[in-house]
């Protein structure tokens, strides 16, 4: 079985209507479904994991890794308290990081 998001094999997942996540991406897809369901906007979680799969599998993606455990898991329940991806939530700290140095 793979993650509908990230494509990663995992033994189980979790079934959000009809993707199965890992439980990495959960709280991402979790937080899409909620800010499009805010929006009015259709929330269907395969089609959010599948456009999550295809923005971090595209040319010009880049891997950042060996970040530590504490530090992720930090940054994916501020995503879901702020309602962002973890993508918005790293490029909007990465946008005030470069804004606040000389």
Known sequence: MMC??????????T???RAILCRT???DVLAE???RREAGE????????????????S???YLLRDIPEQLWITAKHRA?????SLRELILKALQA?????P
């Open 97 to 101: 990081y470069l804004n606040n140095t």
């Open 33 to 35: 479904v909620e800010r």
């Open 25 to 27: 991406c959960f709280p």
């Open 15 to 17: 079934g959000v209507g």
């Open 59 to 61: 040319a010009g993606s």
């Open 42 to 57: 259709p929330t269907d979680a395969l089609t959010i994991a599948r456009q999550i799969f295809r923005e971090t599998h």
């Open 80 to 84: 879901v308290d702020e309602g962002l």
């Open 4 to 13: 509908d998001a990230c494509g990663k094999p995992i033994k189980s997942g």
